[in-house]
């Protein structure tokens, strides 16, 4: 789907005043790494969407596997995001939820989000590695805004997450081994 408004190529395309809304097995196929402003799935730059479950998906092949931008009250589970330029882009979250996701071999991040005051990100119980130009490349989980990120108890493809985040991202505790992945 393209959106004429906006120019962005989404496999989902959630446009204002879409809220409480599931998004469940799926199998979202992108266009390819170097198609510009494609993503899985994006909410309406500018307009806040509010209370999606984003459940059980598999999201490969787009620049954004997922694109939450800005979001309210969200909830990211279970899903495999891999093979994207970014697994997941957050841009202003409030109340986001991320807990038992795969996000793995995306080329440049695998979450990046820009936390300001007041906005929050949790990533908890998620396998999140092997992202960025090399597998020690600090863009697991890359926070660009200056509210910490809670990324505690993830698993981060080995047992030194110093390596694997950068800018103000609490991954302590975590895990000592990979969670399932389904």
Do not use: C
Not at 28 to 46: A, K, R, W
């Amino acid at each position: 789907h393209q959106s004429n408004f906006t120019g962005e190529i989404a496999a989902v395309y959630l446009s204002s005043g879409v809220d409480n809304t599931t998004v469940s097995y799926n199998e979202l196929v992108g266009p390819g790494l170097s198609t510009p402003n494609s993503s899985g799935l994006i909410n309406v730059t500018g307009y806040t969407v509010s209370g999606l479950a984003f459940s059980n998906n598999y999201s490969h092949g787009w620049l954004r596997g997922l694109f939450l931008n800005p979001s309210t009250n969200m909830t990211v589970l279970n899903n495999t995001l891999t093979g994207n330029s970014v697994g997941a882009a957050n841009d202003n979250p409030h109340n986001v939820t991320y807990t038992g996701n795969t996000i793995k071999n995306n080329i440049l991040e695998g979450v990046g989000v820009f936390a300001n005051a007041g906005e929050i990100l949790t990533a908890n119980g998620n396998n999140i590695y092997s992202n960025g130009p090399s597998a020690n490349s600090n863009n697991d989980v890359h926070n660009y805004g200056v509210n910490t990120v809670n990324a505690e108890n993830n698993w981060w493809g080995d047992t030194n997450p110093s390596d694997s985040v950068n800018g103000p991202v609490d991954y302590t505790p975590f895990a000592s081994s990979a969670y399932p992945e389904y």
